[in-house]
T-cell receptor
C-alpha cells in the first residue's frame, strides 16, 4: 500500500531534550515536506526537499533541522525543543515537486513541557 | 500566495450533492487551484486540482469559473465519510516548491 509513515505518533518530552521524528514514504517520491498545524494558524511549512541531499527552508524553519540522505526518508530533528514547538506535525510527499498531489502522513502530536 | 475565501461551514444530507464554493479574485495566471480535505484526527488528503478546465476524478468534480476568480468543489453524493474540513488552496510557485497554505477551510457536516 502506498503510504507515508511517521513515528512516533505521539510524544511528550521536556525542554531541551533532542528528538527526531521519522518520516518514510514507499512511493519513490522525489519531493518531501514537513508541516506543523496549530489552531487558528493552519498548516505551515517547516522544511522541504526536492530530492536526495537537497533541502530548503519553508516558512517556519527556526528550531528545526532535516536531512535527506535517502529518497524514502526525511527525518525532522529538534535539537533543543521548546514549549512553542508543541504542535501537530505532518510529513508529506509528492512524485516530483510541490505542485503535484501531496500525500500526507498520519501526523505526530508533540508536546514539549 | 493569492488568498482564498470559503464559507466557514456547510451542511448536507447524506446521498445528496454538495457544492463547496471558493472565491479567489486575485488569482494569477499560473496559480493552480487545489482542494484538500482533512478528516478528524487524520492528515490532509488530496481531493482534486485544476488550472482552467473543469476536472473530474473518482472523488469529486472541480468546476472553475471562466474568469478563474471562483471555483466549486462538487461531491456528487455525500456520505458520512465526507464529513471533514475542505481547503481550497492556490499554488503557482514555478520553482516547484508549493507549500500548501491551509486557511480555515469549510467544515462540512453530513446528516444521515
Amino acid at each position: 500500500e502506498a503510504q507515508v509513515t511517521q513515528n512516533p505518533r505521539y510524544l511528550i518530552t521536556v525542554t531541551g531534550k533532542k528528538l527526531t521524528v521519522t518520516c518514510s514514504q514507499n512511493m519513490n517520491h522525489e519531493y518531501m515536506s514537513w508541516y506543523r498545524q496549530d489552531p487558528g494558524l493552519g498548516l505551515r511549512q517547516i522544511y522541504y526537499s526536492m530530492n536526495v541531499e537537497v533541502t530548503d527552508k519553508g516558512d517556519v524553519p527556526e528550531g528545526y533541522k532535516v536531512s535527506r540522505k535517502e529518497k524514502r526518508n526525511f527525518p525532522l530533528i529538534l535539537e533543543s525543543p521548546s514549549p512553542n514547538q508543541t504542535s501537530l506535525y505532518f510529513c508529506a510527499s509528492s512524485i516530483r515537486d510541490g505542485r503535484y498531489e501531496q500525500y500526507f502522513g498520519p501526523g505526530t502530536r508533540l508536546t514539549v513541557t | 500566495d493569492a488568498k482564498t475565501t470559503q464559507p466557514n461551514s456547510m451542511e448536507s444530507n447524506e446521498e445528496e450533492p454538495v457544492h463547496l464554493p471558493c472565491n479567489h479574485s486575485t488569482i494569477s495566471g499560473t496559480d493552480y487551484i487545489h482542494w484538500y480535505r482533512q478528516l478528524p484526527s487524520q492528515g490532509p488528503e488530496y481531493v482534486i486540482h485544476g488550472l482552467t478546465s473543469n476536472v473530474n476524478n473518482r472523488m469529486a468534480s472541480l468546476a472553475i469559473a471562466e474568469d478563474r476568480k471562483s471555483s466549486t468543489l462538487i461531491l456528487h453524493r455525500a456520505t458520512l465519510r465526507d464529513a471533514a474540513v475542505y481547503y481550497c488552496i492556490l499554488s503557482g510557485d514555478l520553482t516547484g516548491n508549493t507549500p500548501l497554505v491551509f486557511g480555515k477551510g469549510t467544515r462540512l457536516s453530513v446528516i444521515a
